[in-house]
């Protein structure tokens, strides 16, 4: 008896959430309340203009000009687009969290009256405002209300940052404008030397101090810096005394050319803890930037030479030359094989774990510095060559007497 009327209890719950199930797959999707939507129909990649009055006192207008945002109030200037792509997109999607106080005595406890930052946008022809007041106690939220309705609602209070901007962070901050892919020309002038590198099909090659192969990463790094720091801020909106700024006689001067285009960027004297002071060439304003960028374009021209002794490395190459004092070993390595056998002075197989190892040190050193004067092959004490496995490329490395103690010491490089 007691195992039926556990039995029934059983299939009544079970009939109840099978009752529950059917009823909710009927159900329609809209009758799920949806939580209202502040600016219902707009469409972010429509708005025509945005006008932000930031709680610090600054009013930025910014157009839409073409495809681009253009900056046309308090100053003329390229906006930044990833800010406005921010403060368009979370208009267009903005909805109301709670409704607070349908009719407010006092919007000044909301921090509504003034609000603390507006955000007045042009959509289809139509202006269309936001004020934005002070956070909720438990900062979660923010008090908010548009001018043609009454009521006080709230909004998620990361939209603070998102909407509270000034005219500077609204500002593209682009330093130098150029086309990173189609740079072929690089040349970095300071107090010390002047640097000229140039493209050479995928590869970068030392014009000036010196004829070398440049290090592609260290090249690529500075053209990545140029095209990457940002301004810092705005010291002078149209300079008319450069040198108050150290731009008269620059620390450094970068001239980056793709094709028949140019852009140059001077860098001055330091504007405080951390920045310098830096012009574009073909602009007014003087700006401030992170002194990273000078100390990289300050390096020694050593630093942009390849280190890498050897192109060729271990796992592709198939054959080493060794002359030492007037007598040649020749390794190769067996086609289509990982034996390796020693063709002069005397034919015999070698020993493919000592080759390797050989091969890995070769391929593994590197300069630490450039030698200053020219050493003719009879001072040498030995060199070898390494070809890789089509025989396309042939690398040689002629290894020097010890360097003296006078040799040692730093020298500086020759103009």
């Given amino acids: 008896m007691k195992g039926v009327r556990s039995f029934l209890v059983l299939l009544a719950v079970a009939a109840v959430l099978a009752g529950y199930l059917y009823y909710d797959s009927k159900r329609e999707p809209g009758d799920q309340k949806k939580q209202e939507k502040v600016f219902a129909g707009v469409l972010s990649d429509k708005i025509e203009r945005v006008t932000v009055k930031a709680a610090g006192g600054d009013k930025t207008t910014i157009e839409k000009q073409g495809t681009a945002w253009q900056m046309t109030q308090p100053v003329a200037a390229a906006a930044d687009e990833a800010e406005l792509s921010g403060i368009t997109s979370n208009l267009a999607s903005l909805e109301v969290q709670r409704v607070v106080d349908e009719q407010p005595a006092d919007l000044k406890e909301y921090g509504l009256d003034p609000a603390r930052i507006e955000v007045t946008f042009k959509f289809a022809g139509k202006d269309q405002k936001l004020l934005l007041g002070q956070k909720t106690p438990t900062g979660s939220d923010l008090y908010a209300k548009v001018p043609d309705k009454p009521r006080v609602f709230l909004v998620s209070s990361f939209l603070d940052s998102t909407f509270d901007k000034s005219t500077f962070a609204l500002r593209d901050k682009t330093i130098l404008k150029i086309d990173r892919e189609k ?4 040349e970095i ?5 002047t640097l000229k590198v140039a493209k050479q099909g995928n590869d970068w090659r030392i014009a000036s101090p010196v004829d070398a192969r440049a290090d592609f990463g260290a090249v690529e790094g500075v053209i990545g810096r140029l095209n990457t720091t940002p301004m810092k801020s705005i010291a002078a909106p149209d300079a008319a005394d450069l040198k108050e700024y150290g731009l008269d006689k620059p620390a450094a001067t970068v001239h980056v050319t793709s094709g028949s285009a140019q852009a140059g960027l001077a860098i001055g004297k330091s504007a405080g803890e951390g920045v310098v002071y ?12 992170e002194t990273a960028l000078l100390d990289e374009l300050k390096k020694p021209a050593d630093d942009f030479r390849v280190k890498d002794l050897f192109d060729a490395r ?27 056998k020693q063709l002069t002075p005397a034919a015999k197989p070698a020993d493919a774990k000592k080759v390797e190892a050989l091969l890995t040190a070769l391929t593994s050193v590197r300069a630490t510095r450039a030698a200053r004067r020219r050493c003719g092959r009879r001072k040498g004490r030995g060199h070898g060559t390494g070809r890789d496995p089509q025989g396309h490329r042939r690398t040689e490395v002629t290894c020097l007497s010890r360097p003296t103690a006078s040799s040692r010491r730093p ?5």
């Fill in 411 to 415: 020298q500086r490089s020759r103009r």
């Fill in 314 to 340: 271990a796992f592709n190459t198939t054959r080493i030359e060794i002359a030492r004092n007037g007598q040649t070993i020749t390794l190769e390595k067996e086609k289509g094989k990982e034996e390796w």
């Fill in 278 to 289: 830096a012009k574009d060439l073909s602009r007014p304003i003087v700006f401030t930037i």
């Fill in 183 to 186: 740079v072929d020309r690089v």
């Fill in 189 to 193: 002038v300071t107090p010390d030397r």
